[in-house]
């Protein structure tokens, strides 16, 4: 037993692998992912309030955007269903709030 132990830590060792490295980029993806919820939040309410309708679609695709790109690089590696499903979602919803963008900067009111 102690001996595989010592083979994975100098195959660790070898290949400069640090898991406290790892989880703390993890921690930081994760952070980072909440920071751009709250402030896209923040943005979109500010937006909607003053009646900024294209400042709220265009925070809304560049979340969705980020939403997209998390997504799809997770389903490319875990192969899930639901990623995949996210990933789908997100491009779709890009595609309304470009649409939603596009009509309400050239006057085209749809609600």
């Known amino acids: 037993m102690e001996n595989k132990k010592e083979e994975i830590l100098a195959m660790s060792r ?4 640090d898991e406290g490295i790892e989880a ?3 921690k930081g993806s994760r952070l980072a992912d909440y920071s751009v919820g709250v402030l896209g939040v923040v943005m979109i309410s500010v ?3 003053y009646g900024e309708f294209a400042a709220a679609w265009a925070v809304m695709i560049v ?3 980020y ?3 998390l997504f ?3 389903f490319r590696f875990t192969k899930g269903k639901m990623n995949l ?3 789908c979602w997100s491009a779709l919803m890009i595609i309304v ?7 309400t900067t050239n006057g085209w009111w749809i609600f």
């Open 47 to 49: 937006a909607l309030f």
């Open 14 to 17: 070898k290949l400069k692998h």
């Open 24 to 26: 703390a980029t993890n």
């Open 97 to 103: 709030f470009f649409a939603l963008f596009l009509s």
């Open 85 to 87: 499903f996210l990933t």
């Open 72 to 74: 799809y690089s997770l």
């Open 67 to 69: 939403g997209f790109g």
């Open 63 to 65: 979340i969705c955007a």
